[in-house]
């Protein structure tokens, strides 16, 4: 059963937002300020990748644990109410990352998927350090073509 009235329920889900979200700002700040340049959810790109390393045939996506049902994470927790309509959201977004996914390996583009508990919680700063050391390696490593950033 849901504690907020539908109108407070409705005008909280209306304030978030799909892009410029504080873990994608984060990322984006810290590998800015080495030094590296990308483009930011470009509508040409297949998925809007929220960042896209063209010289390194590159994107990176920045997942929200809950919006992406991220299994056996703390930050995500199935909702009580409506879980028909949730089940459905949380297929469907399983099924387009994974569509993304496969379309750019068959572009021979390298994809990370950084997940927000990666980044979230206590020690958030050092966290974001090694998120972005993470990223730099692998933008460097041309070798690998993949990863995932987790808690």
């Not at 990322?27 to 080495?34: G, P």
Request: with cysteine; net charge positive.
């Amino acid at each position: 059963m849901d504690v907020l009235t539908p109108e407070n329920r409705r005008k909280n889900m209306s304030l978030i937002h799909s892009k410029d979200t504080k873990p994608e700002k984060k990322i984006r700040s810290a590998l800015f300020k080495v030094g590296f340049r990308y483009r930011i959810c470009d509508k040409r790109y297949p998925g809007k990748p929220d960042l896209i390393f063209p010289r390194y045939y590159a994107v990176v996506f920045i997942n929200g644990c809950f919006w992406h049902a991220h299994e056996n994470c703390r930050y995500f927790v199935f909702p009580k109410s409506n879980q028909e309509f949730w089940k459905k959201k949380f297929d469907t977004n399983k099924k387009r990352d994974a569509e993304n996914l496969k379309y750019y390996q068959e572009q021979c583009r390298r994809v990370c998927f950084v997940w927000e508990c990666a980044i979230h919680g206590k020690d958030s700063r050092q966290k974001i350090e090694s998120v972005k050391d993470q990223i730099i390696q692998w933008l460097e490593d041309s070798d690998s073509a993949f990863l995932e950033i987790k808690q």
